[in-house]
């Protein structure tokens, strides 16, 4: 899907112990395989608390499916409901939905643009907002783009967010007021 956002698909065959990173665990809901076979079947540990961490993946032998990235994820998604509501809310009184393939393009803008403002690869984009369709946005192109989502509540103090922020290794921080903005910036 270009533009530094996937690593080539490769299957595992074989490979009985693929590996994970750590940042693609936590707030992200799928473990993302290893790439390259020479690295496989390498690590002994189940967890880590490094964001670079790696890690072997535990896979039931009887389940059919092999480890797959959130944007490979996303992808069979797309191809199954594109044109279908993936998220529905209300601005204004009135309902508005939003496309799997919507979702995606967003998505996808977001991880293009915290790459561009400097993004690191298991560093963080922390977000700093009420509940939103951008905050999601903004979480799923995170991990497109290789980094980490950590959310920052809107009632926490300015010292609590820069704690959190620098905490985090946040390469880039989103705010959705003046308010919080202000609050990053004390």
Sequence with gaps: MGEGLEKPEERLEGAQRPLANASTRGHRALAVASYGGSRLGKEKALWTTQADGR???????????LPCT?????????????DLSALGFKRQDKWEHISYFQYY????KAAK????LGLERAHS???????SPEWFFSAVGTVFAGGIVTGIYTTSSPEACQYIAHD???????????????????
Excluded at 55 to 65: G, Y
Excluded at 70 to 80: E, G, N, P, T
Excluded at 113 to 116: A, H, N, Q, T, Y
Aim: proline share 3%; hydrophobic share 45%.
């Design 125 to 131: 984009v922390a977000i700093l907002g009420f509940n």
């Design 105 to 108: 393009l967003l998505a996808r």
């Design 168 to 186: 985090c290794r946040a390469n880039v921080i989103v705010v959705d007021t003046q308010k919080q903005l202000e609050k990053i910036l004390k």
């Design 113 to 116: 643009g915290f790459l561009k």
């Design 70 to 82: 959130v944007h490979r994820m996303f992808s069979k998604a797309l191809d199954k409901y594109g």
């Design 55 to 65: 890690v072997r993946l535990r896979i039931d032998p009887s389940c059919p499916q």
